[in-house]
């Protein structure tokens, strides 16, 4: 079985499963007390369940330079002294945090803050080089996007970096960038048994990209969790752009879709969780989900993935099944 994929045509080899590490960086906090991160969490387990990843067969961790204020950063990099060499590496880049207060500030698309943003990542990774940096404004311009290609070109020619891309959820983006940007060879978008891009996935076809899958878990909705979440959980208090927690717990109008297809994603013993990851697998060649983690059990559930692998064809065909008949009716909304 192949537990490996390829990030598109920079051919760099990854785990089929990468580890997103949103969580692990603890609180953030925006506008009114608008929280931003997963709320708090224990560094120590935070670095057990990285090595835990690394153990069960994961090379590819995903952060960013604002998730906790670059406290991800800092954790992952502490996890992976000793073990630089055993992993793929890919941060972001556009948002703005202040570190001292843990609060967002903002957004900055600049060549020269890509630069500064880059600096102060690898200082909080302890390495020299990331081997993939992402824009991380969803919504930026094309044209502005597109402003960044010198920049990043020669972040690449320096040995900086290995490869960039851009995390949005737009196609129309993503077919504007990619061929104007010769090491561009990933688009991390939403995607998920619940909500297909079929757009991009084609986008990513047509330019050999790779499609780092984020929100793989519907951010815990496609999981067994159940808890009421806190007012520093970004769940809790879920802003307009994420649509699957009202007052910290599973919207019902999507748990009860998640009920839908959970028959068909657990037929083969798999854990939800796992069905749905291995539906990701099964969706397409190009696609590395990277679901969040906290603990190392949780770390122990997703990784199994990769021994057990895509969802098998039948199966498959089920959750579409299930799935059409949903979107017939207006109850699964594309990306």
């Known amino acids: 079985m192949t537990t490996t994929r390829k990030l598109g045509r920079s051919g760099i080899e990854v785990s089929a499963i990468g580890m997103g590490c949103w969580a692990i960086g603890g609180p953030l906090w925006g506008d009114y007390r608008q929280p931003?991160?997963?709320?708090?969490?224990?560094?120590?387990?935070?670095?057990?369940a990285v090595h835990a990843a690394i153990e069960h067969g994961v090379t590819f961790f995903d952060t960013a330079s604002n998730y906790g204020a670059g406290h991800s950063e800092r954790v992952l990099g502490r996890a992976l002294a000793g073990r630089r060499d055993q992993v793929v590496i890919a941060t972001k880049f556009g948002y703005t945090a202040e570190e001292a207060t843990r609060?967002?500030?903002?957004?900055?698309?600049?060549?020269?803050?890509?630069?500064?943003?880059?600096?102060?990542?690898?200082?909080?990774?302890?390495?020299?080089?990331v081997?993939?940096?992402q824009l991380h404004?969803?919504?930026?311009?094309?044209?502005l996007a597109l402003d960044l290609v010198d920049t990043l070109e020669s972040m690449v020619t320096q040995g900086k970096i290995r490869a960039y891309g851009w995390s949005t959820d737009h196609p129309a983006s993503a077919a504007a960038f990619a061929p104007a940007a010769p090491h561009c060879t990933a688009i991390q978008h939403d995607q998920s048994v619940l909500r297909d891009n079929a757009d991009m996935l084609a986008v990513c076809d047509t330019y050999d990209l790779a499609s780092i899958n984020?929100?793989?878990?519907a951010?815990?909705?496609l999981t067994a969790a159940t808890r009421s979440l806190g007012d520093d959980d970004v769940r809790g208090?879920?802003?307009?752009?994420l649509p699957w927690f009202t007052d910290g717990r599973p919207a019902p109008q999507w748990a009860q879709r998640v009920a839908r297809v959970r028959e068909a994603l657990t037929v083969d013993g798999r854990t939800l969780a796992q069905g749905a990851l291995g539906w990701l697998l099964a969706r397409s060649p190009r696609t590395v989900p990277i679901p969040g983690f906290r603990t190392v059990a949780?770390?122990?559930?997703?990784?199994?993935?990769?021994t057990l692998g895509p969802l098998p064809a039948d199966a498959y065909d089920e959750v579409e099944r299930h799935l059409s008949a949903l979107r017939s009716n207006g109850a699964v909304t594309p990306a």
Do not use: K
């Open 137 to 143: 404004l969803n919504d930026l311009a094309p044209a």
């Open 103 to 129: 609060r967002a500030t903002g957004e900055d698309h600049r060549p020269e803050y890509a630069v500064a943003s880059l600096e102060a990542s690898l200082r909080r990774l302890g390495t020299d080089h």
């Open 237 to 241: 208090r879920a802003p307009e752009w």
């Open 36 to 48: 931003l991160g997963w709320g708090e969490v224990d560094d120590e387990e935070s670095v057990r």
């Open 298 to 306: 949780q770390v122990e559930e997703n990784t199994r993935v990769l």
């Open 214 to 217: 984020r929100g793989p878990l």
């Open 131 to 133: 081997d993939l940096l």
């Open 219 to 221: 951010m815990g909705l």
